[in-house]
Nanobody
């Protein structure tokens, strides 16, 4: 069984910073790509940032230059450093990871339960 647990959300003023973490645990044979999504009230879930197993990153235009995604493969953990936060960044942030594990070792996508980020103006 694989679990993804996000942490680091909270309330911050506009212009502030937060660092989100996403830790994968359980029966993990290989941890491939990871990504952060967010969903604001009344809106669809959207991709914020992604990172390959080799560390290549991709960002939504709305967060480029402000957010940085990284990962620690030894800890099976991904991070999202969020700077210069804006009220429109307010959302539940979800972690997605593509993982292969027993018994079939097929790559599967796993979601965390999310962490709430609230940015006040």
């Amino acid at each position: 069984q694989v679990q993804l647990v996000e942490s680091g959300g909270g309330l911050v003023q506009a212009g502030g910073s937060l660092r989100l973490s996403c830790a994968a645990s359980g029966s993990i044979f290989s941890l491939n790509g990871m990504a952060w999504y967010r969903q604001a009230p009344g809106k669809q879930r959207e991709l914020v940032a992604s990172i390959t197993s080799g560390g290549s990153t991709n960002y939504a235009d709305s967060v480029k230059g402000r957010f940085t995604m990284s990962r620690d493969n030894a800890k099976n953990t991904a991070y999202l450093q969020m700077n210069s936060l804006k009220p429109e960044d307010t959302a539940v942030y979800y972690c997605l990871a593509t993982i292969a594990g027993p018994p079939d070792y097929y790559l599967m996508d796993y979601w965390g339960k999310g962490t709430l980020v609230t940015v006040s103006s």
